[in-house]
């Protein structure tokens, strides 16, 4: 904290200091659906970071894993190309086609990764729920959720705006939205499109080009229907075509010596096209309310690499990945009614739903070796399918969760939820030309599993809320493209979740601190590995056990009109148990990959109006993240020391009119962020990608009906 005071006493004009408010000086409320019912984010015995629209156009966030500053033991572990952002939460995490940590998406749950890390156009907020969600959200909610909400169109008045950033690195964007009503009242309808480019980090010494270029377009349609009395209808169409570079990958120690330069022969490209459609409806009934989500989201990635990541052309991979899933939900939840029986008040609410999707995922994953490199008798080109696969996966969820307040004081919950799911894969892994016999699966499991939690919540007053939580968090098992042999199949995956917590509000709304302290307990731990007989290719294994324990703190506070203060600090100690085992080896005692020791944020938000009557004001927004050392690898071989990052931004700003100017990881900290054994051709045994350096632009914005 001692940096966020210095940070407020060397930004912090004397004028606002001393400007006493004209008014009332509060935070805002602020209303999620971590548990799919509107909520004061204060009174759910959940731990919730939400980060809102103000927020993500002030910190100039376009994509989900910037976010994560602001949210305690939240690590993103992201490669260059978007189609890989894997997040952790405590811990928790695994691989893209099974993650641990559920992304939903205006009430859509995004089942693979692939779909989930796409840009923000029109966002209304971001919910970071950490702790397991399996009892409401299902089978890849172990760990928390992620929760993305799109702003609603309007039905009163027509606004929108236009941003252009430019940047450093020959950055380009642009992005615009227009809301308004088509009939006042009725119908409302928002378009939303935006287009982003800019050169790489990383320069390709053999050729002089760069290799982790961006760019892409993207778009969102709504319509909102709201016909009279208590239905509303809401239809989502959103797009991202995306054509970036290839990835940056490089031997680890020579990323850490010469950061952002690469030697290879071969330069590829990752190329993503995701579309989704989700139709929302939604009755508010006097006794019980009604709501169906039903969405398609279709997803195509292409990426074309070197697998070698030197000069000499030894192999590539041409990987064709492509997916269509199909989900439907709909919930019952009953209005909120007060109770009397005897003496005692008490209010009592309910929820029951139910999801089926249905999965189909297909892969073609081409490696491609040069001659005499797998054998010195072959002189030929052999090329590897591994894998050529198709998985189809059908579910089904039954949910429900009851919540009996009394005197308003006490608050005891309990839910509960039951999965099934049916998985079939076809796996067919096979050489051309033909030099070894191909190994052919084709078969089917079937998980069933229910997850249970509780929780009691006490408020002493109405500003202070204290709490426990229990439940147990599952994901389901499946099969993996391409494995080790004896690796086709994994198991299920449990963890037990015990959460104590307090939230509380102070000054009279102008400060709240909310603190946590949680433990898990897993059993059968996924853990996404790199496969020894693929190069750059991962498969998930069933390790053991694991434990992980940490607190949690989180700040707001807005002591002046103009002046808003924020921090976090997450605390993570993740271990596997004794007798686990990975890869035939012992990692009994070794800390969880990916998981830092501690992450804290701390920061100041600036306003002060230039005219005492004027409608022009300065803005000045200054953070610092800082991140606890953390390993690479299971076996503790790798790892990056803690490191920090510093981010601030600061303009003018009219009614219709901002300019500002920004700068991101300004001190330019060289750290890197994922990493993963690889033994074959990088001489420390470990390729990485470097985190982004220091990036800087100017940021115009136009809006209208403001």
């Known amino acids: ?24 000086v509060t935070l805002p409320p602020v209303t999620v659906t971590a548990q799919k019912e509107p909520a004061d984010e204060q009174r759910l015995p959940v731990s919730i970071s939400t980060i809102t629209s103000a927020t993500l156009e002030d910190a100039g966030i376009t994509v989900v894993s910037d976010a994560a500053i602001y949210a305690p033991n939240v690590y993103f572990a992201d490669f260059t190309a978007r189609k890989l952002s894997n997040p952790r939460f405590r811990g928790i995490g695994s691989s893209p086609a099974n993650p641990g940590v559920a992304t939903y998406i205006d009430g859509v749950p995004q089942l693979n990764t692939n779909s989930s890390s796409i840009d923000l156009l029109d966002v209304d907020q971001i919910e970071f729920v950490r702790g397991p969600q399996s009892a409401l959200f299902g089978r890849n909610a172990l760990g928390g959720l992620i929760n993305i909400t799109s702003a609603r169109p309007s039905l009163t008045t027509w606004t929108g705006s236009v941003l252009a950033p430019i940047g450093s690195s020959d950055a380009r964007d642009v992005r615009g939205t227009v809301s308004g009503p088509v009939q006042a009242g009725k119908i409302g309808v928002a378009l939303s499109l935006g287009y982003g480019r800019r050169n790489g980090f990383t320069t390709n010494d053999l050729t002089g080009h760069t290799l982790d270029d961006r760019a892409a377009f993207s778009g969102k349609g709504q319509l909102l229907w709201a016909p009279g009395g208590a239905w509303q209808a809401r239809v989502i169409v959103a797009g991202e075509r995306a054509r970036d570079g290839d990835y940056a990958l490089n031997d680890l120690v020579a990323i850490r010596k010469t950061p952002f330069h690469a030697l290879r022969n071969f330069e590829g490209r990752t190329d993503r096209d995701v579309m989704s459609t989700t139709v929302e409806t939604r009755r508010s009934g006097s006794r019980v309310g009604f709501s169906s989500s039903t969405g398609i989201v279709k997803w195509k990635t292409r990426d074309l690499t070197d697998l070698d990541y030197t000069p000499s052309p030894l192999i590539t991979r041409d990987n064709t990945e492509k997916d269509v899933q199909f989900t439907q939900e709909v919930r019952l939840a009953s209005a909120v009614r007060p109770v009397t029986a005897g003496s005692q008040s008490r209010v009592f609410k309910w929820q029951a739903g139910a999801l089926v999707f249905h999965q189909n995922y297909k892969q073609d994953a081409i490696n491609s070796f040069a001659p005499f490199l797998i054998s010195p008798l072959l002189s030929v080109p052999v090329s590897q399918h591994s894998p050529e696969s198709a998985l189809d996966d059908t579910g089904l969820g039954v949910y429900g969760q009851a919540t009996a307040s009394f005197h308003d004081r006490i608050d005891l919950s309990a839910g509960a939820r039951l999965d099934h799911e049916r998985k079939h894969a076809a796996l067919q892994t096979f050489f051309e030309p033909v030099i070894a016999p191909p190994n052919n699966v084709s078969a089917d499991r079937h998980f069933t599993d229910v997850s249970p939690q509780a929780s009691i919540a006490l408020r002493t007053r109405a500003e202070q809320m204290m709490y426990v939580s229990i439940g147990r968090g599952f994901k389901a098992g499946g099969f993996n493209p391409a494995s080790p042999a004896g690796h086709d199949a994994y198991g299920e995956e449990h963890a037990w979740h015990t959460e104590g917590g307090v939230k509380t509000s102070f000054a009279g709304g102008r400060l709240s601190a909310n603190a946590a302290v949680f433990y898990i307990d897993w059993r059968d731990l996924q853990l996404n590995l790199p496969n020894p007989a693929v190069p750059a290719q991962f498969y998930i294994s069933n390790v053991g056990g694991a434990t992980s324990s940490g607190v949690e703190l989180e700040l707001k506070a807005r002591p002046h009109d ?32 990916s998981t830092p020791d501690y992450n804290a944020t701390v920061g100041v938000e600036l306003s002060q109006r230039l005219r005492t009557h004027g409608m022009v004001s300065a803005y000045g927004r200054a953070e610092i993240a800082l991140y606890g050392g953390f390993q690479y690898d299971d076996a503790n071989t790798a790892g990056q020391d803690a490191y920090s990052l510093g981010n601030f931004r600061a303009g003018i700003r009219g009614r219709n009119v901002d300019v500002q100017a920004w700068v991101r990881n300004a001190f330019d900290t060289r750290y890197v962020p994922v990493a993963f054994a690889y033994g074959n051709f990088a001489p420390s045994g470990f390729v990485g990608e470097p985190g982004k350096p220091r990036t800087f632009g100017v940021t115009a914005t136009v809006r209208f009906g403001q």
Do not use: Y
């Open 1 to 24: 904290m001692l940096i966020l005071a210095a940070v407020v006493a060397v930004l912090t004009p004397a004028t606002a200091i001393a400007q006493q408010p004209a008014g009332p």
């Open 562 to 593: 103009g002046i808003d203060v924020f921090g976090i600090v997450g605390v993570d100690h993740a271990r596997f148990k004794a007798g686990s085992t990975s890869s035939g080896a012992d990692v009994g005692g070794k800390m969880l990959p």
